[in-house]
């Protein structure tokens, strides 16, 4: 699958300026949101991680390269992750869903390999 394929294409990237950048713009979230977390409420924490694991992922596409088992166990979480503030055992749930299943993939990955 292309980043095409998936829509992505406003977030190509066309120079390794940009690729930089968008890199630069990661990791500033991912240290303020690591800051932030002494301030906000614990169930924060999960849904931050998660935000960070998206942005990456997103990262990782913009610069080709994209994986559909990746956004079909994210599709687990985005689907659930409005229950982080309000259904933490929902939410933690929904992670465990999302690690059964990429580890399945990888299983039925290796055995087809």
């Known amino acids: 699958m292309t980043t095409s394929d998936t829509g992505n294409d406003r977030n190509q990237c066309s120079t390794r300026e940009d690729e930089r950048e968008k890199l630069r713009d990661f990791v500033a979230y991912t240290l303020t949101s690591a800051r932030g977390l002494y301030r906000e409420p614990l169930s924060y924490g999960p849904m931050r991680m998660?935000?960070?694991?998206?942005?990456?992922?997103?990262?990782?596409?913009?610069?080709?390269?994209?994986?559909?088992?990746?956004?079909?166990?994210?599709?687990?979480?985005?689907?659930?992750?409005?229950?982080?503030?309000?259904?933490?055992?929902g939410f933690a749930k929904a992670l465990d869903d999302a690690t059964v299943q990429l580890v399945r993939i990888t299983v039925a990955d290796e055995e087809n390999s």
């Open 50 to 89: 998660v935000d960070a694991l998206e942005k990456a992922l997103a990262l990782i596409a913009s610069c080709g390269l994209s994986d559909p088992t990746m956004d079909a166990t994210l599709g687990i979480i985005r689907e659930n992750r409005w229950r982080a503030g309000t259904d933490p055992v």
